[in-house]
T-cell receptor, first 112, second 116 residues
């Protein structure tokens, strides 16, 4: 079946630098995408979402970009901080239900 | 605000035992789901519900049952536990937005289950 995937399993960045986490999705009919952050021992925490009728959405220090032509989603974190260290998941949703398809996750490690 | 509450947080079962993982949300969300998380596998959908009285299977439903008798509760039952069901289980809920569109899912803190 179609699924969401991530390009890299780990990402190490210097504190203060910008981080870019990429995600490829294969279901061109997906209409809603979410980025989640998961800290050790906790449940996934919502970061930002975007619907398929948008290309870009900004939050506090985070930006999500959606490129429907190549089915690519990215999460940009500005001025990465040690507290940003976690596993990040992209997820896609198709249709009016509660079914999220998650990527395998990428670990972001912030070097002091 | 309680959000999504899962109990228990930890559980050890013997093979063949049955148990119920509890999930409750106080946000009046229509949608609720159960996921399992295994190393290197991300989160996989077990069962989901779009409202009280309605449930459906996800990606990995075998060995699990669910029911949704109320909006608030969505218990997950393991009928006969197997070592392959050792995992971390997450319950999530979300509201049905305008035009029946999906909105962000809120997750509980998880139940770490070990089957020996």
């Amino acid at each position: 079946g179609e699924s969401v995937g991530l390009h890299l399993p780990t990402l190490s960045v210097q504190e203060g630098d910008n981080s870019i986490i990429n995600c490829a999705y294969s279901n061109s009919a997906s209409d809603y995408f979410i980025w989640y952050k998961q800290e050790s021992g906790k449940g996934p925490q919502f970061i930002i979402d975007i619907r398929s009728n948008m290309d870009k959405r900004q939050g506090q220090r985070v930006t999500v970009l959606l490129n429907k032509t190549v089915k690519h989603l990215s999460l940009q974190i500005a001025a990465t901080q040690p507290g940003d260290s976690a596993v990040y998941f992209c997820a896609e949703n198709l249709g009016a239900n509660s079914k999220l398809t998650f990527g395998k996750g990428i670990t972001l490690s912030v070097r002091p | 605000n309680a959000g999504v509450t899962q109990t228990p947080k930890f559980q050890v079962l013997k093979t063949g035992q049955s148990m119920t993982l509890q999930c409750a949300q106080d946000m009046n969300h229509e949608y609720m789901s159960w996921y399992r998380q295994d190393p290197g596998m991300g989160l996989r959908l077990i069962h989901y519900s779009v409202g009280a009285g309605i449930t459906d299977q996800g990606e990995v439903p075998n060995g699990y049952n669910v029911s949704r008798s109320t909006t608030e509760d969505f218990p997950l039952r393991l009928l006969s536990a197997a070592p392959s069901q050792t995992s971390v289980y997450f319950c999530a809920s979300s509201a049905r937005g305008a035009k029946r569109r999906n909105t962000e899912a809120f997750f509980g803190q998880g139940t770490r289950l070990t089957v020996v």
